[in-house]
């Protein structure tokens, strides 16, 4: 089937974004890993496993409407030093993903591709109820019970 370009090009972009997330979230799940943070390690590394099944969706989307996914492109890749940074950057960068979600499915309901559209709105409700939401947690109880104790919490 060959679908609108402009759809495709949208797709790509996204692509490229669930790329770098899962880049992102791979170094950082590492990084937790490395400094014995069992607990944040398991969780990233489960959101990272999240992007990889977004990513998936999309390019069987973009070869579906007859696309070409681009895999070699990312977005802004941001590596945080410390716990707290990490979180920060990770839920900017789920904040920018959703942000950019919203207008694809706006794009897709505008020339009338609603498959496209419903997939989306799955990642978006992935990206805004289960990825961001969490993130925001764990910076509310860093900010809660102080950075000494919510890291003891991570530990293993």
């Not at 944040?40 to 069987?60: C, P």
């Not at 996914?69 to 590596?79: C, H």
């Not at 505008?110 to 990825?131: C, I, K, N």
Request: proline share 2%; aromatic share 6%.
């Amino acid at each position: 089937m060959q679908g609108n370009t402009k759809v495709i090009t949208a797709l790509n972009e996204l692509l490229a974004a669930e790329l770098t997330s899962i880049d992102q979230y791979f170094v950082h799940s590492q990084m937790y890993d490395n400094w014995g943070y069992t607990k944040l390690f398991v969780r990233i590394d489960h959101e990272r496993g999240d992007e990889i099944g977004h990513a998936t969706r999309l390019i069987a989307r973009i070869l579906f409407l007859g696309g070409t996914p681009n895999v070699a492109a990312r977005t802004a890749l941001r590596i945080g030093g410390d716990v707290p940074a990490m979180l920060k950057n990770d839920l900017i960068t789920e904040i920018e993903v959703a942000e950019a979600l919203k207008k694809v499915i706006a794009l897709c309901e505008s020339v009338q591709d609603y498959v496209t559209r419903g997939m989306l709105v799955q990642l978006l409700d992935d990206t805004e109820q289960d990825h961001a939401h969490w993130l925001e947690q764990q910076l509310g109880l860093i900010e809660a019970l102080g950075l000494p104790n919510y890291l003891q919490l991570q530990a293993s």
